[in-house]
């Protein structure tokens, strides 16, 4: 006769020990947490580094690891904000740049001459940034023509140009671009100031959006207390948009930045 068929259980091994598979004997399989003792064995050590597991992280290394975080972002965050503000700066200096390059188109369509009043510039360099026409109804608001660093949103322009004549009185016209003798030392546009009263009102004109251009006569610098070193009544450069100083482009269609206390009425003077 063929001999007694002999099962024999299959053992596992797991990272938590071995594990029993129930195997057949005396006619039935045994049950779960009833027999078989390398199961129920091997079921408790997992429970247990199971517990271990979660209570093994206590409140205080939970508060070590939220003063850790607390001290990175406290470290991090000013460096992060001078990051944001030099990246605003940049984007100004570009619009700057693209305004010269209008400019310089400009001049090249009109024999050399282009519109220094603060009244007349704003829209005769329109088409040469993406602009409609160049009339008071083709005004409308240019991404070039904003700062994003400018305090108020709501001002379209926030650049102003130089119509400087003397320095007593404002030079009213086209002027053609040979009055200026050092160009790429003589300033074309500079970020245009924002101060505010005492109710807390703009002292600058604000320029809105689809409301025309009220007091658009205003966007020039023609005399020495329009300059950052003047009072806020009277200053029309920005005295610290950026750091310490502001953005400006040049006659021959360079930008930079300039300190504000450093500016001087010859960056001004064509002569």
């Not at 068929?5 to 596992?12: A, D, E, S, Y």
């Not at 100031?193 to 205003?218: D, F, H, M, T």
């Given at each position: 006769?063929?001999?007694?068929?002999?099962?024999?259980?299959?053992?596992?091994?797991?990272?938590?020990?071995?594990?029993?598979?129930?195997?057949?004997?005396?006619?039935?399989?045994?049950?779960?947490h009833g027999e078989g003792p390398r199961f129920a064995g091997s079921q408790t050590d997992v429970r247990k580094k199971h517990r271990s597991f979660l209570t093994g992280f206590t409140l205080i290394e939970l508060l070590v690891v939220i003063a850790i975080i607390a001290l990175l972002m406290a470290i991090l965050m000013p460096a992060l904000q001078r990051v944001r503000k030099q990246a605003k700066g940049v984007i100004c200096r570009t619009n700057l740049k693209q305004i010269g390059l209008a400019f310089n188109m400009y001049t090249e369509d009109n024999k050399g001459k282009f519109p220094r009043n603060g009244g007349i510039w704003i829209v005769k360099f329109l088409p040469y940034i993406g602009g409609q026409g160049d009339q008071d109804k083709d005004y409308q608001e240019m991404g070039v023509y904003n700062c994003p660093s400018y305090p108020n949103k709501e001002q379209?322009?926030?650049?102003?140009?130089?119509?400087?004549?003397?320095?007593?009185?404002?030079?009213?016209?086209?002027?053609?671009?040979?009055?200026?003798?050092?160009?790429?030392?003589?300033?074309?546009?500079?970020?245009?100031?924002?101060?505010?009263?005492?109710?807390?009102?703009?002292?600058?004109?604000?320029?809105?959006?689809?409301?025309?251009?009220?007091?658009?006569?205003?966007?020039?610098?023609?005399?020495?207390?329009?300059?950052?070193?003047?009072?806020?009544?009277?200053?029309?450069?920005?005295?610290?948009?950026?750091?310490?100083?502001?953005?400006?482009?040049?006659?021959?269609?360079?930008?930079?930045?300039?300190?504000?206390?450093?500016?001087?009425?010859?960056?001004?003077?064509?002569?």
């Open positions: 006769m063929p001999g007694k068929r002999v099962f024999t259980p299959l053992v596992l091994r797991t990272p938590f020990g071995e594990m029993g598979i129930p195997y057949r004997q005396s006619g039935r399989f045994p049950e779960r379209t322009l926030d650049y102003v140009i130089n119509s400087w004549k003397d320095g007593v009185t404002e030079y009213i016209g086209y002027s053609p671009v040979s009055d200026f003798r050092r160009p790429s030392s003589k300033i074309l546009l500079a970020d245009n100031e924002y101060a505010v009263n005492a109710s807390g009102g703009s002292i600058r004109q604000i320029i809105r959006k689809g409301q025309g251009l009220p007091g658009r006569g205003g966007f020039d610098v023609w005399r020495p207390r329009h300059l950052p070193t003047g009072t806020d009544a009277q200053r029309r450069v920005a005295k610290a948009r950026h750091r310490d100083g502001c953005n400006v482009a040049y006659m021959d269609g360079g930008s930079g930045w300039i300190q504000g206390e450093k500016m001087t009425p010859q960056m001004w003077d064509p002569k």
